[in-house]
T-cell receptor, first 115, second 117 residues
Framework: AQKVTQAQTEISVVEKEDVTLDCVYE???????LFWYKQPPSGELVFLIR??????QNEISGRYSWNFQKSTSSFNFTITASQVVDSAVYFC????????????FGTGTRLKVLA | EAGVAQSPRYKIIEKRQSVAFWCNPI?????LYWYQQILGQGPKLLIQ????????DSQLPKDRFSAERLKGVDSTLKIQPAKLEDSAVYLC???????????????FGPGTRLLVL
C-alpha cells in the first residue's frame, strides 16, 4: 500500500525558532518521487521541492532544508529561523512510478508562527 | 509566466442547485487535474486529463460530477445537483507532460471555495 503520514496535526512556534515537519511514507516501489507543498490561508498549494528516490542528498534552500532518509522512509522538512509568513499548512506527497502518477497526499501539518 | 487560473474564487449555492468551475492551466502543460479538498484534509484527485482525454476519473462521483477539457486547454468541472457534502475547495493543477517525465511536478491554482447550504 502507498501511504503518507504526517503525524503532527498542528505545531506552534515563536518567530525565529527552528521547526521540523515530519513526513513518513510507505511504498514498495524502489523508484518514487516525494514532494512538499505549502498552502497559505489564500488556499493555493505552492510547490516547494521535488525529490526522487535515488537522490538521498539533503537539500537546503534559504531557510528551508529537507532531510531524506530511505532507511526510515522519511522526508522531513525544517524551517530555520521561522517567520510569521511561514504560517501555513504544509503537505507532503508521494508519487509512485506506475499508473497515472497520482499524488498521494498526507493530511498536512498546520504551522503557526507567533510574533 | 502566468500560473494556473481558476474562477470563481468563491461560490455559495443551495443544495440541489448546479455549479461550474473553470480552470486555465499553465501554457503548454498537457496534463490537467481537478482535486477536491475538504477542510482539514489533503487534496483528493477527482479527474486527470492528458490533453483532452481522460486518464483517471476513478474517484469522480459520476452521478453528479462531470468535467470536460475541450481543445486540450481550459477545463470545466460541474456539479449537478450539489449536496451538502460537496462543500470544499476545488483545486485545479497542471503539469508539463505525464509521459516524458515520471513524477512531474504539479502546479496548483488558487482554488474555488464552494459552500453548499
Amino acid at each position: 500500500a502507498q501511504k503518507v503520514t504526517q503525524a503532527q496535526t498542528e505545531i506552534s512556534v515563536v518567530e525565529k525558532e527552528d521547526v521540523t515537519l515530519d513526513c513518513v511514507y510507505e511504498t514498495r516501489d524502489t523508484t518514487y518521487y516525494l514532494f512538499w507543498y505549502k498552502q497559505p490561508p489564500s488556499g493555493e498549494l505552492v510547490f516547494l521541492i521535488r525529490r526522487n528516490s535515488f537522490d538521498e542528498q539533503n537539500e537546503i534552500s534559504g531557510r528551508y532544508s529537507w532531510n531524506f532518509q530511505k532507511s526510515t522512509s522519511s522526508f522531513n522538512f525544517t524551517i530555520t529561523a521561522s517567520q510569521v509568513v511561514d504560517s501555513a499548512v504544509y503537505f507532503c506527497a508521494l508519487i509512485p512510478p506506475s499508473g497515472t502518477y497520482k499524488y498521494i497526499f498526507g493530511t498536512g501539518t498546520r504551522l503557526k508562527v507567533l510574533a | 509566466e502566468a500560473g494556473v487560473a481558476q474562477s470563481p474564487r468563491y461560490k455559495i449555492i443551495e443544495k440541489r442547485q448546479s455549479v461550474a468551475f473553470w480552470c486555465n492551466p499553465i501554457s503548454g502543460h498537457a496534463t490537467l487535474y481537478w482535486y477536491q479538498q475538504i477542510l482539514g484534509q489533503g487534496p483528493k484527485l477527482l479527474i486527470q486529463f492528458q490533453n483532452n482525454g481522460v486518464v483517471d476519473d476513478s474517484q469522480l462521483p459520476k452521478d453528479r460530477f462531470s468535467a470536460e477539457r475541450l481543445k486540450g486547454v481550459d477545463s470545466t468541472l460541474k456539479i449537478q445537483p450539489a449536496k451538502l457534502e460537496d462543500s470544499a475547495v476545488y483545486l485545479c493543477a497542471s503539469s508539463l507532460d505525464r509521459g516524458a517525465g515520471a513524477g512531474e511536478t504539479q502546479y496548483f491554482g488558487p482554488g474555488t471555495r464552494l459552500l453548499v447550504l
